[in-house]
């Protein structure tokens, strides 16, 4: 049975799509691409804004178009589709789901005297040459699910409404997922989860209750350390209210020696730690629970002891209410980031992911008064990125010179690209293969 995926959204989803993937492809299933000619096509669902539902029920509709039978699961908004087969709750559900309509196509087979696993579901088409979809296009980079769901209510996000309060997967799970994509080829494990710095493990599987009293974030990164060899890991969004000074101390001398040969180096030091806003009362209003200062607090931790650290962000710009004054704020703190590792450096952020604000209907910020016309959100979008821009070019200048360690991926248009460790994209020109190799480059 042929049985192709389509992943909307985030991290989290296309690690969720990547396990079923997996498991299926175990269980005898053929992944095809999305689109060619499968017999059931799986949709994981994003509903984090008006425009991602949206799109999740046009894939819906076309793939029922082609005829598959479809499978919704993830965060899904209108599970009353009419052309949604079934909904599936999670992989667990959408795999026995698989078995079972298998099972019950080759009843039907099998009456009619045909081979039931050798037999197409969709016959009329067998004869046509189907790409098999490989479970990646790399083997350099692979996501790690370790949690799932959110135990806080920002105003303007949907997501626990969909995913629930927070769970996580049990260390012992995570470590043997890890095992397996080492064993697979990878190099590279990103943790992922809706708020992996929410972790909490446990010994009962498959998730735990967040009362769990297990270890947190840190302490699972140091079993990844001590069990697997894996030769990165690095950390999916982080949030600044949940940032333990444990955390902070890993990513720091002398547990953590980032230029030094022998040294433990195996932790990325990069963060996308979410930013959202850079003014104080934007922040409240936003319910992040954090304030400037803190977030410029973790910062100068890490860039004072590694000018090199790297720090990607999202900001949310028009979120109701946002005066001017409230804006400027957010721009002068972008600014401001640059100064946190001496005058002699300079470079903020290496990337802002700039939204304009959209209201979601479920969340608080949509019924909030003085909503942002979409003129100025516009206007404000522009401005934030012409000076994240700037930012990210005087980041990315500090390497120049220097020799870091760049895993490379595939190869496009003449020239192997890869990244640092602090996630700098590298071009370098080949003879030599140089895919999922580590490489020592001088900038
Ligand atoms: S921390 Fe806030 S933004 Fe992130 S998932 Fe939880 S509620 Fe949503």
Redesign the pocket.
Request: charged share 15%; net charge neutral; hydrophobic share 20%.
């Given at each position: 049975m042929k049985i192709s995926f389509h992943t909307l959204g985030c991290k989290l989803n296309q690690a969720e799509t990547e396990e079923l993937k997996k498991d299926l492809v175990q269980r005898g299933f053929s992944v095809v691409l999305f689109g060619a000619h499968e017999d059931v096509a799986v949709v994981r669902a994003c509903g984090v804004t008006v425009d991602a539902s949206q799109t999740t029920r046009e894939m819906i509709r076309r793939a029922k178009r082609r005829g598959a039978y479809v499978i919704a699961v993830g965060c899904l908004e209108n599970k009353d589709l009419p052309e949604i087969d079934f909904v599936a709750r999670g992989n667990e559900e959408v795999v026995s789901h698989c078995e079972a309509r298998r099972g019950a196509v080759g009843c039907v087979l099998a009456s009619l005297g045909r081979e039931a696993s050798a037999m197409p579901l969709r016959r009329h088409k067998a004869l046509r040459t189907h790409p098999t979809a490989r479970l990646r296009n790399d083997r350099t980079r692979t996501l790690i699910k370790i949690q799932t769901g959110?135990?806080?209510?920002?105003a303007?996000?949907i997501?626990?409404s969909f995913r629930g309060r927070t769970r996580s997967v049990p260390s012992e799970a995570v470590i043997k997922k890890i095992k397996e994509a080492e064993k697979d080829g990878y190099k590279e494990a990103v943790l992922t989860g809706?708020?992996i710095c929410q972790y909490k493990d446990s010994s009962h599987p498959p998730f735990v209750p967040p009362s769990g009293s297990g270890g947190d974030l840190a302490e699972l990164l140091k079993k990844i350390l001590r069990e697997t060899k894996i030769e990165r890991i690095r950390l999916g969004s982080l949030?600044p209210r949940l940032i333990s000074e444990k955390l902070i101390k890993l990513f720091l001398p002398p547990f953590y020696s980032p230029l030094k040969k022998g040294g433990q180096n195996r932790l990325m030091p990069h963060w996308h730690l979410?930013l959202q806003s850079g003014s104080d009362t934007m922040l409240k209003r936003m319910r992040?629970g954090y304030n400037a200062k803190q977030y410029l607090g973790i910062v100068q931790k890490l860039r004072q002891a590694n000018p090199l650290f790297s720090f990607t962000t999202d900001i949310i710009v028009g979120f109701p209410g946002e005066t001017e004054k409230e804006f400027t704020e957010t721009c002068a703190f972008v600014k401001k980031m640059s100064a946190q590792d001496g005058p002699a450096f300079g470079g903020g952020f290496a990337k802002i992911h700039v939204f304009p604000f959209s209201p979601r209907p479920g969340t608080a910020a949509a019924k909030m008064p003085n909503q942002v016309q979409d003129k100025i959100k516009t206007e404000r979008v522009k401005k934030l990125l012409k000076i994240s821009k700037a930012e990210a070019k005087k980041f990315a200048a500090k390497f120049t010179g220097k020799t870091r360690p760049v895993l490379f991926e595939q190869k496009k248009s003449g020239y192997f690209a890869g990244y640092t460790p602090e996630f700098v994209r590298v071009r370098v020109k080949s003879k030599q293969t140089l895919q999922n190799k580590i490489k020592e480059i001088k900038i």
């Open positions: 959110c135990n806080f209510n920002c303007y996000c997501i626990p809706v708020n949030d979410s992040r």
